[in-house]
């Protein structure tokens, strides 16, 4: 059995295959991008607050605008497990600065 996993990009709910980041996303080019992962276990998602709190705190001390607040982040969160139907697992969230001017 395949299993196809519906993934959030810039957005945009997409099936992973249909996921395409710019190759001048200076997240690629050069690592100027955040990560977090969070681990959700029993469908449930893992110290959600600290994850969110260190996120915070990353994008504020390198200049990086998070494209959704809070309370959004946390829906798209939410709703990954739901459309996954993720039981066990990790969530890996990225932000970069985006497509570096040309």
């Not at 994850?51 to 200049?63: D, F, K, N, V, Y």
């Not at 993720?86 to 970069?96: D, F, N, V």
């Amino acid at each position: 059995m395949i299993l196809t996993r519906t993934v959030y990009l810039n957005g945009s709910w997409l099936a992973e295959a249909d996921a395409k980041v710019s190759i001048f996303d200076r997240g690629f080019l050069f690592a100027d991008a955040i990560y977090e992962v969070t681990g959700v276990i029993g469908g449930k998602l893992l110290e959600y607050a600290g994850h969110a709190a260190r996120l915070q705190r990353s994008t504020a001390e390198l200049g990086i605008a998070c494209p959704l607040t809070e309370e959004e982040l946390l829906e798209v969160h939410r709703e990954i497990v739901r459309r996954n139907d993720l039981r066990e697992g990790l969530i890996y969230l990225q932000i970069s600065r985006g497509a570096a001017d040309r």
